[in-house]
């Protein structure tokens, strides 16, 4: 994953030229520069969590044209443990350009969940265990 791995170039390479972001707090990238240019901005003026996620559904809106859902976590530098506060819903759409599949759009909205704290539990929860079985592969290379 290249956020994990902070390389702000592969990122942007996973988006169409003319792709956007609207990232956590609500900022808008528009275009795979921009999207390479706030990644190393990120990276570098930052230290950012492991990201996890788990995938929610995967559908074909066309043969060409794909959308995305996921739940997201993170695991603040220096700690073990995913950080409620900053858990994600996350949307994309894809296009196949050729061959590759890029991002036309993707969003990345908290999951705060007002009102509602056995549906943050429950996906912390969810999440939580996603990290262990990430951990568990990686132990076991």
Not at 74 to 99: C, F, H, K, W, Y
Request: charged share 20%; glycine share 8%; aromatic share 6%.
């Amino acid at each position: 994953m290249q956020w994990n791995q902070r390389q702000a170039a592969g990122m942007a390479r996973l988006f169409a030229c003319d792709g956007h972001v609207v990232g956590f707090d609500g900022s808008q990238l528009d275009g795979r520069h921009a999207i390479e240019s706030e990644m190393a901005r990120i990276f570098a003026d930052h230290q950012t969590g492991q990201y996890v996620w788990i995938v929610r559904e995967v559908r074909l809106l066309s043969p060409s044209v794909a959308l995305l859902r996921a739940v997201a976590g993170m695991v603040p530098p220096g700690q073990s443990s995913l950080n409620p506060d900053v858990n994600a819903i996350q949307t994309l759409i894809a296009v196949r350009e050729e061959a590759n599949w890029r991002i036309a759009m993707y969003q990345n909205t908290p999951a705060a969940l007002h009102g509602r704290p056995d549906a943050v539990k429950a996906l912390t929860g969810e999440l939580r265990q996603r990290l262990k079985q990430t951990v568990d592969e990686l132990s076991s290379r």
